[in-house]
């Protein structure tokens, strides 16, 4: 059995360099934290000061967001993330699922409280209706 490494998995944007979940905590309009073992990996090319966060399989809309570093080296999202919680509702418990294509550019899946994806426009919705 072997297993793919993450520069193997593709998006429809692209080859997807890295990809992590977040589970959103309390208001998610405040600051979140994204997974040390991605600021890690960004951190090899030096510490981005901003993100390109958009929707997945959607390149109209695109949010730059700033993040910012703990004195441990902890990554969060800061200004402009707000701008992205309220446009797309999000709420505790909500599911972020990000991919990272490089040069500081992310897709972002939103899955609700029943786990189901949100689509937003852009999405390829229609596809599902032929369920």
Same mark, same amino acid.
């Given at each position: 059995?072997?297993?793919?490494?993450?520069?193997?998995?593709?998006?429809?944007?692209?080859?997807?360099?890295?990809?992590?979940?977040?589970?959103?905590?309390?208001?998610?309009? +405040?600051?979140?934290?994204?997974?040390?073992?991605? +600021?890690?990996?960004?951190?090899?090319?030096?510490?981005?000061?901003?993100?390109?966060?958009?929707?997945?399989?959607?390149?109209?809309?695109?949010?730059?967001?700033? %993040?910012?570093?703990?004195?441990?080296?902890?990554?969060?999202?800061?200004?402009?993330?707000?701008?992205?919680?309220?446009?797309?509702?999000?709420?505790?418990?909500?599911?972020? %699922?990000?991919?990272?294509?490089?040069?500081?550019?992310?897709? %972002?899946? %939103?899955?609700?409280?029943?786990?189901?994806?949100?689509?937003?426009?852009?999405?390829? +919705?229609?596809?599902?209706?032929?369920?």
């Amino acid at each position: 059995m072997s297993s793919s490494s993450s520069s193997d998995m593709m998006d429809e944007e692209g080859p997807v360099l890295f990809e992590f979940v977040v589970v959103l905590k309390g208001d998610p309009q +405040a600051i979140q934290r994204l997974s040390d073992t991605f +600021a890690d990996f960004v951190a090899g090319d030096g510490r981005p000061g901003s993100l390109h966060l958009r929707e997945a399989s959607c390149g109209c809309c695109q949010w730059i967001v700033d %993040v910012i570093y703990d004195a441990r080296g902890k990554m969060y999202l800061h200004i402009g993330s707000e701008k992205f919680a309220r446009y797309h509702r999000l709420e505790s418990g909500f599911v972020l %699922v990000f991919s990272y294509f490089g040069e500081r550019d992310m897709s %972002v899946k %939103v899955f609700d409280e029943t786990r189901c994806r949100r689509h937003y426009h852009g999405d390829n +919705a229609e596809e599902d209706d032929d369920w």
